[in-house]
Nanobody, 126 residues
């Protein structure tokens, strides 16, 4: 059974840098045609695509709110996906979810993702 587990520092200050970790168990992140995304949701707001990376590591996609500040990477030895966040703002406060999908290139369509982690809270203090 494949499982995703997010982790991160929780509370940071404005303009700081942090990384979130998505540990994948039960499958390899190098499995052909899978891809993994970071998707966030703040109270009262709709879900928002943040970033995604494909099974080869060569294909990535960054959402509009994250461009220029966030990046996504992976560690195949640890079977882990990372979200690197810099110059964070209070509006980046949200629950960040790691999600998995199969087929094609990394997508911003939430309905493509059929496996989700429980999420990790990120709070950016002003």
């Amino acid at each position: 059974q494949v499982q995703l587990q997010e982790s991160g520092p929780g509370l940071v200050n404005t303009s700081q840098t942090l990384s979130l970790t998505c540990s994948v168990s039960g499958d390899s992140i190098t499995s052909n045609y899978f891809y993994w995304a970071w998707i966030r949701q703040s109270p009262g707001k709709e879900r928002e695509f943040v970033a995604a990376i494909g099974w080869s590591g060569a294909s990535t996609r960054i959402g509009d709110a994250a461009k220029g500040r966030f990046s996504v990477s992976r560690d195949t030895g640890k079977n882990t996906i990372f979200l690197h966040m810099s110059s964070v703002k209070p509006e980046d406060t949200a629950i960040y979810y790691c999600a998995e999908a199969f087929g094609g290139s990394p997508s911003e369509d939430f309905f493509e993702y059929n496996l989700w982690g429980p999420g990790v809270q990120v709070t950016v203090s002003s």
